[in-house]
């Protein structure tokens, strides 16, 4: 399986890559970064790209493609509405274009977060531009696949390029247990959101295409993939 990711130098990137390398079906893992990261693996191949509002030149380095993991998102916290929608609207539309390109059979993954407004219409600006996002994917000639954790737990060393994240999630780590017995529907792991992400591309878009925290876990348990319900 060829994979591309987007966003490898976030939390949830790392630990979709993380995924990615631990799992036989994943042969060729392609990262498009603006800076080269820190990591050889023979399985692993880094393009430096810096215009992420045009991907087109990429489109050779995409055949073969069978998914592609879209992990890359900013907070809301200080942006406008309309720098907001100029990261996570524009920039995945623009990957996804690229990506749509190589055929109907490809996976589209898509992390957008629970909470997210699919009427396009609700008060938070954050939660509709998610939903915008959402829906023109799900609109799209590919198999989408669009997944809204709740409560995310680093794993593997997954660290979170946001300090204010950083700080929230060291200082709740010891919580994360209880939390999740309490609300496992609300709760899952960069873990299980890496194997997740590789279980929906065998999928062949069937199933639900709008995936929460417990759906996520299902699919991402060790012990194997099962099918969202």
Same mark, same amino acid.
């Given at each position: ?7 490898? !130098? ?8 993380? @995924? ?7 042969? $060729? ?9 820190? *990591? ?22 995409? /055949? ?14 200080? %942006?406008? $509405? ?22 109907? !059979? ?5 992390? !957008? ?13 954050? @939660? ?8 023109? %994917? *799900? ?35 010891? *919580?994360?247990?209880? %939390?999740?017995? =309490?609300?496992?529907?609300? /709760? ?14 065998? %999928? ?6 709008? =995936? ?18």
């Amino acid at each position: 399986m060829k994979v591309v990711v987007f966003g490898a !130098s976030g939390m949830v990137g790392q630990g979709v890559v993380h @995924a990615c390398l631990r799992d036989e079906r994943v042969t $060729e893992v392609v990262l498009v970064v603006r800076a080269p990261l820190g *990591l050889s693996d023979p399985e692993v191949r880094q393009i430096v790209h810096q215009d992420f509002t045009d991907f087109a030149s990429l489109q050779g380095e995409f /055949t073969g493609l069978d998914a592609c993991f879209f992990c890359l998102g900013v907070s809301a916290a200080g %942006l406008s $509405e309309e720098e907001y929608v100029s990261v996570t609207h524009d920039v995945t539309l623009a990957a996804a274009r690229v990506v749509a390109a190589a055929g109907p !059979s490809v996976t589209f993954t898509y992390v !957008s977060g629970e909470g997210t407004d699919s009427t396009e219409a609700g008060r938070s600006f954050w @939660a509709r531009v998610k939903g915008r996002t959402e829906n023109e %994917l *799900l609109a799209m000639d590919f198999h989408a696949y669009m997944f809204r954790p709740g409560y995310i737990r680093p794993m593997h060393g997954a660290v979170s390029r946001t300090a204010w994240y950083r700080w929230m999630y060291r200082a709740s780590s010891w *919580l994360y247990p209880v %939390l999740h017995r =309490l609300a496992p529907g609300h /709760t899952t792991t960069t873990d299980a959101l890496g194997r997740a992400m590789i279980a929906v591309v065998g %999928l062949g878009g069937t199933g639900p295409t709008v =995936l929460d925290s417990r759906d996520i876990n299902r699919l991402g348990a060790p012990e194997g993939p099962g099918r969202p319900g």
